[in-house]
Structures are given as C-alpha cells and as structure tokens.
C-alpha cells in the first residue's frame, strides 16, 4: 500500500470520530460555532509542541512567497466549510450529514482545475455526474411542503453543498502551501502548515467569539473532557490529511478519503442509533460510487 493512500485512511478514521464528538458537543452544551472552536483550541497547543520537538534541531525551513496567502485562504475555508456542516448535523442525520461534505471530493477536481490548473479525465467527469445524481436524492426532503424545486434547494441542501465547496477549496489551498515549505520530508512539510494553519485560526475564530459570543469561549472550556478528545482526533486527521496532501493530488487523497463515508453510516447506526431511508441509501451509493471512478480512472 502507498504511504499517501494509509494517512488517507487513518484521516478518515480520526476524522469520523471528531465529527462525532462534535455532534454530541453541538447537542449538548456548545453552538455551532463553539463545536467548531473547541477543535482548533485544543489541537493547537499539541501542534505548536509536536513542531517544537521535530524542529528543536534543524529550526525552521524556508517558506515560498505563496505560503501565507494559500495558508489563510485555506484556514477560512475550513472555519466557514466546518461551520456549515457542523450547522447540518442539526438538519440531517449523521451520515447524511457527512455524505452531503462528502460533495467535496467531487468538487476537489474541478477546484483544483480552476486553482491550480490540473487536467481532469473523461473519466472524473462521469464521476463528477454520477456524484451529482447521488447528492440531488440525498437532499429531497419529503417532509417539506411545495413542489419539486422547493423540496430540493433547502437550506440543509444548500448547508452541504456549501461545506462540499469550500472544504474542496481549503484542500487544494492547503496542498499548495505545504509545497511552498523547503524540506524534503513530507511529514515536516505537513506540520509546519499545519501549525500556521491552526495559528490564524485560533487567533481569528478567537477573535470573532469574543466580538461575537463571549460565552462561547467559557462553554468550550467548562466542555474540556470531550472537547479536549475533538483536539486531540483533529490534531491527528489534520496531520494524516496534510501529509497526503504533501504527497499526492488534493482530489485523489480526497477520493481515497471517502471510507469515511462508510464508516460514518456504522457511526451513525451503532452510536446514535439513526436509521436510514431507501432514498437516502440509493443516494450513498450513487456518491459511493463516483468516489470509486475517480479512484479507478483518476
């Protein structure tokens, strides 16, 4: 197995079980926009130590000219995309909730195109219109009122696909960054944009709660047993996500990423006990398998 497809994996694994602690966080004492806090605040201090230890001999590697522009653009992104399906857990289901994220492995090709003029194959068309078909069944919710238009473009629709594009936008911008790092290890490459990731925002969703909701920021540390779990999962899919991202396409690493689809359905069933319609099950497998294509047919 290739080293960037097993961090790919150990991502998902790390991710799907931040994504439910947030959930419960979310439910329970915290809003959205504290969930989405608390995984940056507690993943920051074991970041800035790990980087300590790694660079405590060869200091800090050169950085391009592009670093800090591709590391802020990626940081909101992920903040905003975060925040919109953090939003949609509240809406949907869990694994529904993730699936509808899930739109960004699709929308990786065509961000990646657009920003850093990489060449899609026929292939990731059909998947990009295989995906398409599976997103449109997952976000008709019959339980609304009006006609077919109405059903459709909902705000949970419109949540998701939002968290697809932007997350598709802070992946590329990421990989772009940690090509800017001047080291030949991947793992450095990965930690050192990691850490200025985390950095800009602590330091500005921090800012934007004591502007915004002071009381937020007592809730996430009164929440320290499980939000200090969220820092540690975050800590450890971020790292796993930006070494792949250092060593191979932002889109394949997403197609690759997309187990964690299956393994939020087992999340979802065993943990919150949620159950699936036939619809929403069609519509997975739809998602599943434009995933798959890409994989196959990059």
């Given at each position: 197995?290739?080293l ?16 439910m ?21 507690y993943?920051a ?8 230890v ?17 590391v802020v ?6 903040v ?10 509240a ?12 739109t ?22 059909v ?11 997952l ?36 990989r772009?960054a ?6 030949d290890?991947?793992?450095i ?12 925002q ?12 002071r ?6 540390l009164r ?10 999962a ?7 996500w ?19 689809l ?25 998602v ?6 890409l994989?196959?047919?990059?």
């Open positions: 197995m290739e960037w497809v097993a961090v790919t994996l150990a991502a998902a694994v790390f991710q799907t079980a931040r994504f602690l947030q959930k419960h966080l979310a439910g329970a004492a915290l809003n959205v926009a504290g969930a989405t806090f608390s995984r940056f605040i993943s201090p074991l970041i800035a130590l790990l980087l300590a790694m660079l405590r001999d060869t200091g800090l590697p050169d950085l391009g000219a592009a670093f800090w522009p591709n653009v990626g940081a909101v992104a992920q905003i995309a975060t925040l919109c399906v953090v939003a949609v857990f809406m949907r289901n869990f694994a529904v909730g993730i699936t509808l994220m899930k960004e492995t699709v929308l990786t090709v065509v961000v990646g195109f657009a920003l850093l003029g990489e060449v899609v194959s026929g292939w990731a068309l998947a990009i219109l295989i995906g398409l078909g599976g997103v449109l069944m976000t008709d919710m019959p339980g609304l009122e009006g006609g077919w238009l109405h059903r459709l473009w909902n705000r949970a629709a419109g949540l998701g696909l939002a968290s697809g594009a932007i997350f598709a936008v802070s992946s590329v911008t990421y772009a940690s090509l800017q790092v001047a080291s290890q991947p793992f490459r990965a930690l050192v944009t990691l850490a200025a990731v985390v950095a800009v602590v330091v500005g969703m921090g800012a934007w709660l004591v502007w915004r909701d009381d937020q920021l007592v809730r996430v929440a320290w047993r499980v939000a200090g779990w969220v820092g540690v975050s800590m450890g899919g971020s790292l796993c930006f070494t792949a991202f250092t060593l191979q396409n932002a889109a394949l690493v997403k197609a690759v990423g997309q187990v964690e299956l393994l939020s359905v087992i999340a979802g069933a065993v943990v919150f006990r949620e159950s699936l319609s036939r619809r929403e099950i069609a519509g997975m497998v739809l599943s398998a434009s995933v798959l294509t994989v196959l047919f990059p």
